[in-house]
Structures are given as structure tokens and as C-alpha cells.
């Protein structure tokens, strides 16, 4: 499927046949999840005055699993104890504030050769993000495996707006790295969402709460807010556009080229608001939505509906 909207004019669309439910397409369009960044061997630790009395050691959350010593001296004799302030979450970084015990003080960051906390690798949405679909899943990606015995219901991981809890349910995939929130209702449109999860009692393979807050201690609360699109009809405006169908070439190029033909009778719904805003192409695959929302926002195209689709029994364009 190949799409360009345009505002006013010139959405235009190619729809590829497909048969019996098994869909062929011109394109492919995929969400990629990256990697949990690699966590470095020799964290950094930075240090700032923020009085004549005391003094800011920061580093990054990459540095899980890596404690915090200070000594009075350096050399062979040089006695390094743990600092007890326990690090707070400021961003992408740990930090402690502290009094330094005399005129000269050394800090540095030691392995504790344990292995560092799980936490939330990404999330989707991302925390913040906006025009976000009314039909969209929640996915949360974690840095290590959970327990092989972890059990994730509604009352850990969910969705509230408004004060109430969105109806949905939990899918925690085989490899146990990725927990997927599926919602039972349309999420509200023009809307800030708020989704949920409580790390505490959630064990990953260590046998450790998972860090869901970030904040270098096992367990908290993880808050993710996003934004839906809004779905508000604007009047007068308009987006024009043409639906083709993709087809092979006949006789000698059959098979290597394909021709765009229009096709008719092809249904699109902006989605939140099916009943009010759609239209059907017609026979040379014009199309006009009209009162449209502002700004982003989702269209179904329905192909099935042609009459040249033979859905359900036969081969027909996909949706």
C-alpha cells in the first residue's frame, strides 16, 4: 500500500489484491524497537560544586550495578568505603549531594558485580507523546527478562483517564522481555492517558523487583502519559484523493510490471469517527472527506468493499 496525503488534493492511494484473506502489498511498513543501550565498562562520574559545603557526583542510569566509594587519601594505603546517601533519579542520571569530610576527598565508581536492575527499556507510546491513535496498543520493552514464573494482570499494568481505568488486557510475550497492554474500548480521542505499572513483586529472572521508575532501587511505579488524536469534526476541511488498484501487466511483461487502475467503491473512515466522517471513491476513485479534524489524524480504507472485491468467497483489495 503506498499512501500521500495532501491537504485539499492529491491523497492518493494503490490497493494490491489479495485472495482468501491472505494479503499481498507493495510496501511494508514496520515499528522497529532498538536495543537497550550497551552499559558501559567505565561509567563517567562528574562532580560540581553547588555550595562552598557540598558537592554534586552524578553519573548515568547506564551504570547500574556500580556503587559509589570515597577515600581521604590516594596511594598504596588508600582505604575506599561506600558512600551511604542513597542516589536520587534526575533525568538520564543517579545523583548524590554530600558534605565532603575533609580538605581532600576522592570518589569513584565501583562494579559491585551484581547485575544491574531491571528497567524499562522503552516504551510505545513514549512517555509524553502526542497524536497517538484511538485504536493503539500500549507496548513496554524491559532491559532483562522477567521470572519465568511472572504472572501481569490489570491490576499491575493499565490505563486511566479521567479517574477510570480503561478496559483492556495484558499479553506478556514468550520471551518475557515485552508486555503489551491491548485496550477492550476505544481509547478517548483529544485526550491525556495515563498508563500504569507497579514494579513492586514484579521479579525479573534474578529474582529482583524490576526498577520501574528508574530510580536505581528495585520496585516503584512507572507513569507513562500520552496524548490521543483529536477526532473533532473542523468545518470545511476537506481532503480530496484517488484510490488505485495495483495490477500485473498482461502478455510479455506479465509478472514483472505492475499498471495503477482506478477502483471504485472503496470505503474510508476517519478512525474514532466512522459513523460521521467517510466517504466511498467512486467510479474513477475519487474520494472527498469532508469536516475533517485538525491536524493528524487516521483513515480506514476499506477495499473490500468494491465491486470488484469478491469478498468474502473470492479474491478482493484489503483493508
Known amino acids: 500500500m503506498r499512501i500521500t496525503l495532501k491537504s485539499l488534493n492529491g491523497a492518493r492511494v494503490a490497493l494490491a489484491r489479495s485472495w482468501r484473506g491472505v494479503a499481498t502489498a507493495l510496501g511494508v511498513f514496520a515499528f522497529l524497537f532498538s536495543a537497550p543501550p550497551a552499559r558501559s565498562a567505565e561509567p563517567g562520574l562528574k562532580v560540581k560544586d553547588v555550595s562552598p559545603q ?4 552524578a553519573w548515568s542510569k547506564d551504570a547500574a550495578g556500580f556503587v559509589l566509594e570515597g577515600s581521604l587519601n590516594l596511594g598504596s594505603a588508600v582505604v575506599w568505603n561506600p558512600v551511604t546517601a542513597v542516589p536520587q533519579s534526575e533525568g538520564n542520571e543517579l545523583v548524590v549531594t554530600i558534605t565532603p569530610a575533609g580538605a581532600s576527598q576522592f570518589f569513584r565508581l565501583r562494579s ?5 536492575l531491571t528497567v524499562i527499556a522503552e516504551s510505545s507510546p513514549a512517555k509524553g507523546e502526542g497524536g497517538v491513535a484511538v ?49 477492550l474500548e476505544r481509547l478517548p ?22 526498577d520501574a521508575d528508574g530510580d536505581g532501587q528495585a520496585g516503584g511505579t512507572a507513569m507513562i502519559d500520552f496524548d490521543t488524536v483529536s477526532i ?15 495490477e500485473l501487466l498482461p502478455g510479455p511483461l506479465s509478472g514483472t510490471n505492475l499498471v495503477e487502475l482506478p477502483l471504485p467503491g472503496v470505503t474510508l473512515e476517519v478512525i474514532g469517527a466512522e459513523e460521521t466522517i467517510r466517504a466511498v471513491t467512486d467510479a474513477v476513485g475519487d474520494f472527498k472527506l469532508t469536516n475533517c479534524p485538525a491536524g493528524r489524524f487516521f483513515v480506514r480504507i476499506d477495499g ?3 465491486p470488484l472485491s469478491s469478498w468474502p468467497n473470492g479474491d478482493y483489495y484489503a483493508v
Open 304 to 306: 473490500r468493499t468494491s
Open 135 to 183: 485504536t493503539r496498543e500500549t507496548i513496554i520493552r524491559l532491559s532483562a527478562p522477567l521470572i519465568g514464573s511472572a504472572v501481569v494482570g490489570t491490576d499491575r499494568l493499565y490505563a486511566e483517564f479521567g479517574g477510570r481505568k480503561i478496559l483492556s488486557r495484558v499479553a506478556l510475550a514468550s520471551d518475557r522481555l515485552k508486555l503489551t497492554l491491548f485496550y
Open 232 to 246: 473533532a469534526a473542523v468545518a470545511g476541511t476537506t481532503v480530496l484523493g484517488r484510490v488505485f488498484r495495483s
Open 54 to 57: 557540598q558537592i554534586r557526583l
Open 112 to 116: 559491585s558485580g551484581v547485575a544491574p
Open 189 to 210: 480521542a483529544g485526550a491525556r492517558l495515563r498508563v500504569t505499572l507497579k514494579g513492586d513483586g514484579l521479579q525479573d529472572e534474578s529474582g529482583r523487583d524490576i
